[in-house]
């Protein structure tokens, strides 16, 4: 046997140092492989995308983002004839002509509190004789309403005389002191007299009798109707009593509750009609004289006053009476009422562009009648508008803007899908 030499060793070992390095790369290559493979197979498959032993793999198609009627705005829906007939479609066309604004409320009758009058005695004292006697009953001015008896009273009438006689017996004394303290007196009891409602009638007669009067009638200082009386004969009576109150009903107020979008409208001066079921087929008109600061948070609603005659009387405090206030707006662009839909944030309207074709347009709106809309921009008058049928002219609007903003997005996927996908052939073992 021929002896191995160092030279054979070392071919020997190169060899076999060439074969695994062979095998750790095929090994590196066979794992990378298997990762490429298995990170694309992660990706979705779209459906019906495949060929004959080869699957192409695409990315996902995104969710088209949801309709609005700011993307159909301007772009218009066609509606056929049919379906028009079908789906009661009427137009009106907008119009310029003179606006009033009716508010329509009810209201209650109430006193006119400055003529009411609150009547009390300046003086203490007992009721003798009572001339109006019960709730309800109508009075002149002037007129007694009862007499009373007043030690205070009847002093001061005794003085009064005294220094009546002392002005005419010292009213030439030589001594202008005297005749002057005489006048002084007098003059202070006079007014006395005045300060305690006493009418000058009365000191006239006093002074022509020379009598001391025992009671004096106290008289109504103003016409109208016994709302509250607390005086009977005998009583005794303080000044701080309220004896009768009186209220002159030739004026009357009506109050009335105004919604509060309705309240910048009204102003005062402003005419209204009225009318109540005590006097059907009449009606009555007042004015607006006052719009009370509180809003009434449960009704939101603001008080407004109105001021009218009552001739005779007729209208009584607490009746109710239905208030029309017709406020003028001028020439102004109107639609129906039902031609705007209003979403809450914004107010829009179709306009027939003729041949089946509706355009759905904003409009900004102004004052709002019981039959039609104040268009302030947004459309022009002779547009025809859609009055009947908008609803579903809307929804056949929303389904063509759905339908538009969906179908780009699908073709861009498919447009993608070809471009990035990748056949990926069977491996071979």
Known sequence: MRPMYLSDLTTKGRSRLRLIGLLILIVAVGISA???????????????????????LSPPITQAPKTSHSTA????????????QLIGVKTEPATIRDLTHTIR???QV??????????????EGWVQDLYVKFTGEQVQKDQKLFEMYSPELVSTQEEYLLALKAVKSLGDSEFPEIAQNAKSLLEVT???????DITPDHIRELEKTGKVLRTLPLHAPSSGYVLHMAVREGMHVMPAMELYALAD????????????????LVELGQQATMTLSYFPGQTFTGKVTYVYPVLETKTRTVKVRFELPNPGWKIKPGMFANVDLRIPRGKRLVVPITAVLDSGTEQLVFIDQ???MFEPRKVTVGVRTREAYEILEGIQAGELVVTRGNFLVDSESNLKAATE?????????????????????????
Do not use: C
């Not at 490429?36 to 990706?43: A, G, I, Q, R």
């Not at 109430?110 to 003086?123: C, F, P, Y």
């Not at 006079?190 to 305690?196: E, G, K």
């Not at 009903?249 to 910048?264: H, Q």
């Open 249 to 264: 009903l030739s004026t009357v107020w009506v109050l009335a509750d105004v919604y509060e979008y309705e309240i910048p």
């Open 354 to 356: 003729g041949q089946g």
């Open 105 to 107: 409320t009810v209201g």
């Open 34 to 56: 298997y990762w490429w493979f298995t990170e694309k197979l992660s990706l979705p498959l779209h459906q019906g995308q495949t060929t004959e032993g080869k699957t192409v």
């Open 110 to 123: 109430e006193v006119d509190e400055r003529r009411l009058t609150h009547m009390h005695t300046k003086l």
């Open 73 to 84: 705005q301007n772009k218009g829906v066609m509606v056929s004839s049919q379906k028009q």
């Open 405 to 429: 903003m969906m179908m780009p997005g699908m073709d861009m996927g498919k447009k993608k899908n070809a471009e990035q996908s990748t056949p990926m052939t069977d491996m071979q073992p």
């Open 190 to 196: 006079r007014q006395r007299f005045s300060l305690w």
